[in-house]
């Protein structure tokens, strides 16, 4: 790599308006910011909760070069086998060890340079098998002994814990990602080891909504707390995630919040 890999991080891409978004800007996205290698949570592309086959294969179609998912990978009961032989979908790597797929994948650039894509997920309010802190260690190694460039995304709910991983693996992987509360941040860094890190991507959908949900659904349930079948919203519709630059050894250069309203 002669020079510097600039990385687009796209986060929770909810439901058909996320995904339209993505197959209709992400090749210019990644043209305009020179991109060459591109993440995208789809874990609520399938109508706001859960990811189907052919849905994968559009966000990768779309140019995802790899694909992260979270706390509704079961949602969909034909993604299992799915990821039994999936090799750029990968769903958190500490949940029950006897689920099928896995939680790091090895994808080159366009360039060629091999990157490593981890996915986790906290346990603060998510209901985890596996403490992230109790395997990182370890899959860290793993991702480092296939390339120098290792990106995290843990899908979580609390924002300490989201800081916490980041600080515990500042100067040991490029960036760490946070997802899952589709409310982008303001914390956008590297840190003093050389991690890029951003507490939460946001979120590529509506955003005339209650985090991509129908305001007037989500709203009915807060009030009477009667169950309600949830439709994603299809107003305010916007790409956010995240913009690394890093150099050949992995060391982020770079970090930047992105936010492209799609009219």
């Not at 986060?11 to 978004?21: E, L, N, Q, S, W």
Request: aromatic share 4%.
């Amino acid at each position: 790599m002669s020079s510097p890999l600039r990385i687009l991080f796209i986060a929770d891409v909810f439901g058909t308006p996320g995904r339209k978004a993505v197959e209709e800007r992400l090749p210019g996205l990644k043209e305009e910011h020179a991109v060459g290698f591109c993440v995208v949570n789809g874990e609520n592309v399938a109508d706001g909760a859960g990811i189907t086959p052919r849905l994968a294969d559009r966000l990768l179609a779309a140019g995802a070069d790899a694909i992260t998912l979270g706390n509704h990978v079961w949602r969909r009961r034909e993604i299992a086998p799915y990821l039994e032989t999936a090799e750029r979908v990968i769903r958190p790597a500490n949940l029950a060890s006897n689920t099928p797929g896995r939680g790091l994948v090895v994808v080159e650039a366009q360039d060629g340079t091999p990157v490593a894509v981890l996915n986790l997920q906290g346990m603060l309010f998510m209901g985890t098998q596996v403490s992230p802190f109790e395997v990182v260690d370890q899959l860290v190694e793993e991702a480092r002994a296939g390339a120098k460039i290792v990106l995290v995304d843990f899908h979580a709910e609390a924002t300490s814990e989201k800081v916490a991983l980041s600080r515990v693996l500042d100067g040991r992987v490029t960036a760490v990602f946070g997802t899952h509360t589709h409310v982008q941040t303001s914390d956008a860094r590297v840190q003093p080891g050389g991690t890029a890190a951003i507490t939460d991507a946001g979120m590529t959908g509506p955003h005339d909504s209650v985090i991509g949900v129908k305001a007037e659904l989500a709203i009915g349930r807060m009030r009477t707390g009667m169950g309600v079948r949830f439709e994603p919203a299809d107003g305010g519709v916007r790409i956010e995630g995240a913009l690394v630059e890093c150099d050949a050894e992995g060391r982020a250069l770079s970090c930047e919040a992105i936010r492209v309203p799609v009219p």
